[in-house]
């Protein structure tokens, strides 16, 4: 695959310090430069990607949220590449060239062989197949350049779009918080899915793409 380069290093936790490009059918995951960054402030601000991702409980919270990043955010973004033992992605829509969102591979525990995953797409980006394409992209990455075992992520039961991106790149639900997240004076399930090496065959983008 493009851009992918061995990210590990026995015996230390450098399991991500290379920063890869990788190329897709429509898009491409690459660390994050000035212009990407400046895009986030909006994507960061969508009311949907404020509510998916728990950031805020309440409809009213999720909206009226500055395009503009802060000083801290931006130095955050401006920030990732440098770290070694988590996988920071802009999202790169090939037909416009710009940044639709990002994915992570974060929370590594080396002792586990084992990660946590997360990703967020704002409206330009969306109901387009890029955010399955995306998380195969990493996924595959993830298991063909590092030891990793096992890659985990959370999604709220109120979001069955994303599950379904999840179910159709391998991830499997193993089990279930119950009424873990508030939203609107109303509890909400919190569903835990994974994936394993074993489960995620090299060919899956491949036959994917055909369908």
Not at 178 to 202: C, Q, W
Request: glycine share 8%.
């Amino acid at each position: 695959m493009p851009g992918m380069m061995h990210a590990w290093r026995m015996g230390s936790i450098e399991f991500f310090a290379d920063k890869p490009t990788l190329v897709g059918k429509r898009i491409l995951l690459r660390a994050f430069a000035s212009a990407d960054i400046d895009l986030m402030g909006g994507i960061l601000a969508d009311p949907e990607v404020l509510t998916l991702t728990g950031t805020v409980h309440t409809t009213a919270a999720a909206r009226g949220r500055s395009a503009i990043l802060d000083s801290k955010t931006r130095q955050w973004y401006e920030t990732r590449a440098e770290q070694p033992d988590r996988l920071d992605l802009a999202i790169i829509d090939q037909a416009s060239s710009t940044c639709v969102g990002e994915v992570v591979l974060n929370e590594l525990t080396t002792e586990n062989d084992s990660c946590s995953f997360r990703i967020l797409i704002g409206p330009a980006g969306r109901n387009r197949g890029l955010g399955t394409e995306a998380t195969q992209l990493i996924v595959q990455h993830a298991f063909q350049t590092t030891p990793l075992h096992r890659i985990e992520l959370e999604v709220f039961a109120f979001n069955p779009r994303a599950q379904h991106v999840y179910e159709r790149s391998g991830f499997i639900i193993e089990g279930v918080r119950r009424d873990a997240h508030k939203f609107d004076g109303r509890y909400v399930d919190t569903i835990i899915m994974s994936i394993l090496r074993p489960e995620n065959p090299p060919d899956r983008l491949s036959s994917q793409s055909q369908q």
